[in-house]
């Protein structure tokens, strides 16, 4: 039986932490550490080594964007780190990308959700709210040059790659994938796997962009396939509304 995550929460607000430690707690995650600003999180990381951190941007003395640049810097086995704010803003978002997040969630977030989310990043997933990843996708497809996965050639992708990094890109999560295609699990992590290897990419954030970016699907598509969803009744309940 899998160890259930341990995190690690950083933010400056006692009753935020308090939240988040309980909600966690009530999912069967454990709380072993928390910070009260990014230099607190920084030391905290090597002292507890948490699975996840969720980390506030905003904090004083060190803000989580520097601390999670600090915390993914240099030794191996660090944690994954999901970036929690009240604020949407873009520039946070990419910062936080830049930085090596691993997610990207606001704090409006309903407890489900959040739990879904460090269980999610723990396995080696990428994930953003989906009004982020939306604005995310726009950017790239509206911007060219300032990106953050730079164009690649998909001719290096088998034809079943092609299929599901379509599929990635429209915010399936492994198991959605493993189920829409009729294959294990395994076989779906080897597939992104190889995507990610063949196309450079760091992680599946990078790999939606690249879908976009060359044209595998455009903005539209994803559009008219979270209505599918909706009318199907796999609203935000049944997919935890998370990408």
Do not use: C, W
């Amino acid at each position: 039986m899998t160890a259930p995550p341990r995190v690690l929460i950083a933010d400056d607000q006692t009753l935020v932490r308090t939240g988040f430690r309980l909600i966690l707690g009530a999912d069967g995650i454990d709380v072993v550490a928390e910070a009260v600003n990014g230099a607190e999180a920084v030391d905290a990381v090597r002292r507890a080594r948490p699975d996840v951190v969720l980390m506030d941007v905003r904090m004083p003395e060190m803000d989580g964007l520097e601390a999670t640049r600090r915390i993914l810097t240099g030794a191996a086995g660090q944690p994954r780190v999901i970036i929690l704010t009240t604020f949407d803003l873009d520039r946070y978002v990419y910062a936080a990308l830049s930085a090596g997040a691993s997610g990207f969630l606001l704090k409006d977030v309903t407890p489900e959700q959040l739990t879904a989310a460090v269980r999610t990043v723990r396995t080696g997933d990428a994930l953003l709210a989906p009004a982020i990843t939306r604005r995310l996708v726009q950017r790239f497809t509206r911007r060219g040059g300032d990106t953050t996965a730079p164009h690649r050639d998909l001719a290096a992708l088998t034809p079943r790659e092609l299929e599901v990094l379509a599929l990635l890109a429209q915010g399936l999560s492994n198991a959605e994938l493993a189920a829409r295609l009729h294959l294990a699990e395994t076989t779906v992590k080897t597939h992104v796997a190889r995507i990610l290897a063949k196309l450079s990419l760091r992680d599946r954030v990078q790999a939606v962009i690249a879908a976009y970016e060359t044209g595998l699907v455009s903005v539209g598509e994803r559009e008219a396939g979270e209505a599918d969803e909706k009318d199907d009744g796999a609203g935000p309940g049944a997919r935890g509304a998370l990408p």
